[in-house]
């Protein structure tokens, strides 16, 4: 898969996350950081604060695929997402 396919996914992790950290519980007070639940993804084109030299993780099942910038993670520490075989935990 080229980087150009995982970065259509991973954009959506940012706009996701300032409204999923809205939705979410307050954290314990000893946690530096806010998790994502259930991020929105954007395609390629809308993913202009991506570069090709950004380190993601990546999520194939099926046909589907999905990226998690390292950046964003980073700055959350965790998302709890979806994947066809059920709930998952990305961290970085």
């Known amino acids: 898969m080229t980087n150009q396919r995982i970065v259509f996914v991973a954009s959506a992790l940012l706009l996701a996350s300032t409204g999923a950290a809205q939705q979410a519980p307050a954290p314990a ?3 530096p950081y806010v998790a994502v639940h259930d991020p929105e993804f954007l395609a390629a ?3 202009t604060f991506m ?3 950004d380190r993601v993780i990546g999520l194939m099942s ?3 695929a999905k990226a998690y910038p390292a950046a964003i993670l980073s700055q959350h ?5 979806r994947s066809p075989s059920g709930p998952i935990a990305v961290t970085w």
Request: aromatic share 0%; proline share 6%.
């Open 29 to 31: 007070p000893s946690l």
């Open 45 to 47: 084109a809308d993913a």
């Open 51 to 53: 570069h090709d030299e």
């Open 77 to 81: 520490g965790l998302v709890e997402d």
């Open 62 to 64: 099926g046909t589907t």
